[in-house]
């Protein structure tokens, strides 16, 4: 359904995307990660037909983006990171001169548009306008002008910035539901929601894609330990050394003044050993928490896999701030 | 619809829904009446003076003396009030990451700055309608003839569509209304300038350039009732001049 070979996009002499290539099936939903200025947004702009690369090729549904940018553009559905809303239109105006844009026949518009509201649950706000509505309302009208022509492909630039963990996973359901009757491509810098929704996913670093992989193995491939953190009331100064004696820890860091990473071997959950450990020793155990993968490790461990650079010093666990 | 159709109602509804239009509107309506007022009391004094001076009242020609010098003042409000009715049609699009929606859909550049003109255009027109109510109001009380006024508006609506132009093009080039507005402004001015400019260098070929180049010379035969080929394509070509060289700015910035 998309395929993209060789893709390169220079602006002046800054380098955005190099050499990226992949393909997309049907049905299929492809999650792009990567931190922000990676070159998500410029490969997804390309995909949309209107930015124009500067070498490679992109096709959609079989069209060129370069040469046929009319035919693409009829066939995607395109989020952009900050959704294109009229603030002084109301939801209903917006969707319906939306659909127009979008060359829905006049007869079948109105039907395409209850269907919209139905399905993002905008019925209660289709009179107001968008100017006062939240985030997330604004989130679901964005969804719904990308959806509203019933686009066999959909583009959706970060389409969970900025929503609360209820709408995220609101938003995350719903591109499950459209997966398989829609291609799907959607970036995010957040590793989980990758896992959660696609089926595959690109790691895109500096312009460049880092790894491609289908999301078990890519997790296999990552999860090569697991880490656990531990907030001590009286560490003792040789808490490390201490640590490290117990079976299947593999190596401590300090994280701040009283909290450690210790990392372990895969597979095996220590937290139980360590609390133990830590209350016997009366070391005042405040916190102990498993830290998941965040984007940060993935690109250490990447760049640790492809390039051999040692960066085992380095601190995990921060999470990704959002903008 | 076709897509033109589709961006040139959205902008017609924008316009009503903002405040822009009333007050465009109503502030060149006021000043409008106001000129009226001042040309046909200018008028009517004369004419007292010539009746006392003379004795009986003499043919005064009133498309000369209160039309014309209605209309090269609203020339000049025009310049003033035409950037404000263009200045949000790009800049604004562009702030509000809106002209991503239009640059994804299946509509063309030419359709949007097609549609965004004559949307401003449309309203341009209403405005020049309802400001010949004075005419009108005119027309039982005193003796004029109408061609001229008709050739008059036509130059204002080509003139209008001019300075609409130009003001479309300079709102592609920022996404700041008031850099949009001052430029237009700047760009307009020059042009006026144009006709005093190829006076002074009226021998030269430059002179000739210069002359052809200022609105203000085509308007003022068209004022006269003097309705030439050349006026005609001087308005029309500029009209589309600056709508290719919009296009070519929105179509550039899609590289960017």
């Excluded at chain 1, 997330?136 to 389409?159: N, T």
């Excluded at chain 1, 690109?202 to 491609?212: D, L, P, W």
């Excluded at chain 1, 656990?228 to 300090?254: A, C, E, F, I, Y």
């Excluded at chain 2, 003022?220 to 290719?244: P, Y």
């Amino acid at each position: 359904m998309i395929q993209v070979e060789h893709l390169t996009k220079h602006y002046g002499p800054k380098i955005a995307i190099e050499d990226v290539s992949f393909s997309v099936e049907k049905g299929e939903v492809l999650a792009f990660l990567g931190p922000n200025g990676a070159g998500k947004t410029t490969t997804m702009r390309i995909l949309t037909a209107s930015l124009p690369a500067t070498s490679g090729t992109a096709r959609v549904a079989g069209y060129d983006c370069f040469d046929r940018p009319r035919d693409v553009k009829r066939v995607i559905g395109y989020l952009p990171e900050i959704p294109p809303l009229y603030s002084e239109m109301t939801v209903t105006e917006y969707l319906t001169f939306v659909g127009r844009l979008k060359s829905i026949q006049p007869d079948r518009l109105p039907a395409a548009l209850d269907q919209m509201l139905e399905r993002l649950s905008l019925g209660e706000v289709r009179g107001r306008l968008i100017a006062n509505l939240s985030r997330g309302f604004k989130q679901r009208v964005g969804l719904a002008q990308a959806l509203i022509h019933d686009p066999p492909v959909l583009i959706l630039d970060e389409p969970t910035v900025g929503l609360d963990p209820k709408q995220i996973i609101e938003i995350r359901q719903l591109i499950k539901e459209l997966a398989g009757s829609h291609t799907i491509i959607l970036s995010t810098h957040i590793l989980p929601e990758a896992t959660a929704v696609a089926q595959r996913v690109v790691i895109i670093h500096e312009g460049r894609i880092v790894a491609e992989d289908s999301q078990d193995q890519l997790s296999a491939r990552l999860r090569r330990s697991e880490k656990v953190s531990l907030t001590l009331k009286q560490p003792p100064l040789d808490v490390s050394d201490r640590l490290l004696t117990l079976p299947g820890v593999l190596s401590v860091h300090q994280e701040g003044t009283a909290t450690f990473l210790v990392e372990t071997e895969l597979g095996h959950d220590l937290r139980e050993d360590l609390a133990r450990f830590a209350v016997r020793n009366e070391w005042g155990l405040l916190e102990l928490k498993l830290v998941s993968m965040t984007l940060e490790d993935v690109f250490l461990h990447l760049t640790q896999h492809e390039e051999g650079i040692d960066t085992a010093g380095v601190s995990a666990g921060a999470p990704e701030p959002q903008p | 619809m076709s897509p033109v159709g589709v961006i040139l109602r959205k902008e017609l509804r924008s316009y009503f829904v903002s405040p822009i239009a009333y007050v465009v509107i109503s502030v060149f309506l006021l000043l409008i009446g106001l000129l009226s007022f001042l040309a046909v009391a200018t008028a009517s004094n004369r004419s007292l003076q010539m009746l006392r001076g003379q004795g009986n009242l003499p043919e005064l020609n009133l498309n000369e003396i209160v039309f014309r010098p209605i209309f090269y003042n609203m020339a000049v409000i025009l310049l003033l009030v035409v950037p404000i009715l263009t200045m949000r049609l790009f800049a604004e699009e562009k702030k509000l990451k809106t002209m991503e929606l239009l640059m994804t859909s299946p509509v063309t550049v030419t359709d949007i700055v097609t549609g965004k003109f004559f949307a401003a255009f449309t309203v341009y027109a209403g405005m020049l309608a309802l400001s010949a109510v004075g005419p009108l109001a005119l027309a039982p009380f005193a003796e004029f003839r109408w061609e001229p006024i008709l050739t008059a508006y036509l130059g204002t609506l080509l003139m209008g569509g001019l300075f609409l132009s130009a003001g479309l093009l300079a709102s592609s080039l920022t996404e700041n209304q008031i850099i949009a507005v001052i430029l237009s402004f700047g760009a307009l001015l020059v042009l006026w300038l144009f006709g005093w400019a190829g006076q002074v260098f009226a021998d030269s070929l430059l002179g000739k350039v210069l002359s052809y180049l200022s609105p203000l010379d085509h308007f003022e035969h068209l004022v006269k009732g003097l309705v030439e080929t050349s006026d005609l394509v001087f308005f029309l070509g500029g009209i589309v001049f600056g709508l290719f060289l919009t296009h070519r700015v929105v179509e550039s910035q899609r590289w960017r």
